[in-house]
């Protein structure tokens, strides 16, 4: 499961946005200092899952135009556009990360050519982290041998629980333990760097449930484990099913719960948190690329709906998979609009995903008004006092049950 970064709304303030495929000069200021990254966007699913509300299609939804079998090459066509408008002075690539849909349904052959496009068009750090996720009935012991060869260097799988019962909820595919079973596989192929993504609060789910689920993680060769609260997104089908009284809205005592019982658990097996709903067993374990996000650094998104950010310049592709094949096909930018972000929406930025993470964000982040309000969070409780009085806003462990009353508190 890819970190999803919010838009910010569109202000009178906000500088007019220049073609999404130029870069103004001051987007291209320090584009080789700042770390970057690539996301490669891969929009098929075998089936919609019920609370997804990604942008991704299953076959029956593609109509024509949209091909699962030539969707490489499509995605090498905007790595070349990438180079050229990123170009001539290219940033090297610190992470590429293939997310989804469900980046598995390509065969191994298509996600190798796709990294092998990045390397012939880039320069690559030596120790680039490359990660794809996938889901558990969609890799074997061969094609994750595979992905490993051709340079990929970490998988992250979605599990979201060891119930039958709760998957059966979330529409999953998968059986129980084939997620543990497909990370054993994982290590087994020569991945250093094996994730386990977990959801808690499904309507259905008990404290046993979800302890299952973690021991069943801590059962398997990972190194790092993200556990997200279900939401309930509005136009999915969990939505629909909660609103004919089908099942329950997940509840936020018990959300908080199992997030607690989810951090004493993995803390007690050596994970550590770094960000809200990421664990990991050390600084190596980390995942590199959504740090890159958590940071606001620079990122190209391929892919359609992919989002991408340099220098302040933020743009989005269209959504479908056909239009987006259709634009590149016909030389056009696959960009549906972009933005222009001032200096107060990047301020405003850096708070609301900094103060996610372990290390927490420099006072001098904030306005005065956002320093006063810190100052009132440490005396709560929710920020970190021994931090503040250092000059850092760090959220406590119960300031990470309501980081985002946080976040508005310190930025309203």
């Known amino acids: 499961m890819n970190t999803v970064l919010p838009l910010l709304p569109a202000g009178p303030a906000r500088d007019p946005a220049p073609a999404p ?23 098929f699913c075998a089936t919609r899952c019920g609370y997804c509300d990604f942008n991704t299609y299953t076959s029956d939804e593609l109509g024509p135009g949209a091909s699962r079998a030539q969707y490489a090459g499509t995605a090498i066509a905007e790595l070349h556009r990438a180079a050229r408008t990123l170009g001539p002075d290219l940033p090297t690539v610190s992470t590429v990360f293939v997310g989804g849909g469900t980046p598995t349904l390509l065969p191994a052959e298509d996600l190798a050519a796709v990294l092998a496009a990045v390397r012939e068009l880039f320069p690559v750090a030596d120790d680039v982290e490359v990660t794809t996720e996938a889901n558990p009935e969609t890799v074997t012991p061969a094609s994750l041998e595979r992905l490993r060869a051709a340079g990929f260097t970490r998988v992250s799988l979605g599990m979201q629980s060891a119930a039958e019962h709760v998957l059966a909820v979330l529409d999953r595919r998968h059986t129980p333990g084939r997620a543990v079973e497909a990370a054993r596989e994982a290590r087994a192929a020569g991945f250093a760097h094996v994730n386990l993504d977990l959801i808690y609060g499904t309507p259905g789910e008990t404290q046993a449930d979800w302890a299952a689920s973690l021991d069943a993680v801590l059962a398997a060769p990972v190194d790092h484990v993200s556990a997200y609260a279900l ?3 509005e136009g999915t089908r969990l939505a629909r099913r909660i609103a004919r009284g089908e099942l329950p809205m997940p509840d936020d005592d018990v959300l908080a719960d199992r997030y607690e019982q ?30 890159l996000y958590w940071a606001n650094a620079n990122w190209w998104g391929v892919g359609p709906g992919a989002h991408s950010h340099v220098g302040g310049l933020r743009w989005w592709n269209v959504k479908h998979p056909a239009a987006y094949a259709d634009r590149l096909l016909r030389g056009e930018s696959p960009a549906q609009d ?3 972000l001032g200096a107060a929406d990047r301020a405003l930025e850096t708070i609301m995903l900094g103060i996610r993470l372990r290390e927490g964000l420099p006072l001098t982040a904030l306005s005065p008004t956002g320093r006063a309000r810190a100052a009132d969070a440490a005396a709560r409780g929710l920020l970190d006092p021994a931090a503040h009085a250092a000059g850092r806003a760090v ?10 009353a946080v976040v508005r508190d310190l930025t309203d």
């Not at 495929?21 to 929009?43: D, K, M």
């Not at 959220?395 to 985002?404: I, S």
Request: aromatic share 10%; proline share 4%; net charge negative.
């Open 395 to 404: 959220l406590t462990d119960g300031g990470r049950l309501l980081a985002d």
């Open 262 to 291: 989810a951090d004493a658990t993995l803390r007690g097996a050596g994970f550590d948190w770094y960000e809200v709903s990421n664990w990991a067993t050390g600084d190596a374990a980390r995942c590199r690329h959504n740090e």
């Open 231 to 233: 939401i309930v997104e």
């Open 338 to 340: 972009s933005e222009l």
């Open 21 to 43: 495929f130029e870069l103004p000069g001051s987007a291209r200021e320090g584009l080789r200092a700042t770390p970057f990254g690539l996301y490669v966007h891969v929009p």
